[in-house]
């Protein structure tokens, strides 16, 4: 959920391990894998992941406690690999389906979708557009 306060001990730190952060983790490694398999497959979506991943560690306080524990801003610079990694999957999808047209539908159908979520967000929070 939207928060307005992701102050100090707002989230508290995980100390032991529970079933979601053990899926997390089970996660994190399952995606590390996939993008050292892909490596020769699919080096550009191999690349995306294992960039998200490296640049996610610095800022998800797993590597170093860095003193913030949630901010979205901390994503925007993961978020690239992230980016890197879907469109090569779209490339390799339509290449594969011999469906040239799928690899930009699909693209615009998820920028689509992220705007109507934003949209959605948006008047959720009152906000005005001319913030």
Known sequence: TLSADYSFDQI?????????????????????????????????ASYGILFFLATWALTSNIVVTIGTILGERLLYFPSAGACIAVAAGLVAAARVLRAP?????????????GAGRTWARRRITGRSASC
């Open 12 to 44: 508290p730190l995980v100390r032991s391990l529970d079933v979601a952060t053990t899926v997390c983790l089970l996660g994190l490694l399952g995606l590390a894998a996939a993008g050292i398999a892909l490596r020769r497959l699919l080096p550009a």
């Open 101 to 113: 047209w799928l690899a930009p539908a699909a693209a615009a159908a998820l920028v689509l979708l």
